[in-house]
């Protein structure tokens, strides 16, 4: 149980473009999940809290015109990264509450904006 | 915020060896400690998790000590393996608005050497 997928799992896109990540968790229901960015070599940083039904909470510094998150059911999460550019490359990932509290992890999504 | 530091950065030793990775938070509030491995290229994987009602928590090869006093938590990796090497991450829990937001140490690269 408690697995979550993500896709693509890789994209490449042109600068000024709309990129959308999806997050799904396959086998569970999840009211809450995560989208995180993380650079090479570093941490996991999280970007913002996808709420089924509500608005997403964004973290300080993060865009939400940029980074547009949508909550739609309980098992998919969206993230479409709006007019990219390159500084958006990075790994995103998702995560899903399973259980009380419980992170599991999407395999991530590989972006590389030109 | 909470505040989760996370050392060494780097750690090398010899298979058979043991392994330790300190983390320290900031929140007293914090209840929730979980370790993720993540592989290059791979998605975070949760290896053993502690709440704060409990001082230690062992899972064959692996085990985490929490000192509420002192704010800081252990990962103990015994007799290690080659396939142990990977980057290992500590995180706190804070609760936001019932979901439990994670807060993520920097990362320990831990190479097992054959």
């Known amino acids: 149980g408690a697995v979550v997928s993500q896709h693509p799992s890789r994209v490449i896109c042109k600068s000024g473009t709309s990129v959308k990540i999806e997050c799904r968790s396959l086998?569970?229901?999840?009211?809450?999940m995560f989208w995180y960015r993380q650079f090479p070599k570093q941490s996991l940083m999280l970007m913002a809290t996808?709420?089924?039904?509500?608005?997403?909470?964004?973290e300080q510094g993060v865009e939400k015109d940029k980074f547009l998150i949508n909550h739609a059911s309980l098992t998919l999460s969206t993230l479409t990264v709006t007019s990219a550019h390159p500084e958006d490359s990075s790994f995103y990932i998702c995560?899903?509450?399973?259980?009380?509290?419980?992170?599991?992890f999407g395999p991530g999504t590989r972006l590389l904006v030109l | 915020g909470e505040n989760v530091e996370q050392h060494p950065s780097t750690l090398s030793v010899q298979e058979g060896d043991s392994a330790v990775i300190k983390c320290t938070y900031s929140?007293?509030?914090?209840?929730?400690f979980p370790w993720y491995k993540q592989e290059l290229g791979k998605r975070p994987q949760l290896i053993i998790d502690?709440?704060?009602?409990?001082g230690e928590k062992k899972d064959q090869r692996i085990a985490v000590t929490l000192n509420k006093t002192a704010k800081h938590f252990s990962l103990h990796i015994t007799e290690t393996q080659p396939e142990d090497s990977a980057v290992y991450f500590c995180?706190?829990?804070?609760?936001?608005?019932?979901?439990?937001?994670?807060?993520f140490g920097k990362g320990t690269k831990l190479t097992v050497n054959p």
């Open positions: 086998d569970f229901q999840a009211t809450t």
């Open positions: 996808s709420n089924e039904g509500s608005k997403a909470t964004y």
């Open positions: 502690i709440r704060s009602n409990v």
């Open positions: 995560s899903a509450i399973w259980g009380r509290e419980t992170q599991y």
């Open positions: 995180a706190a829990s804070t609760a936001q608005g019932g979901s439990e937001k994670l807060v």
């Open positions: 929140d007293s509030a914090s209840n929730y």
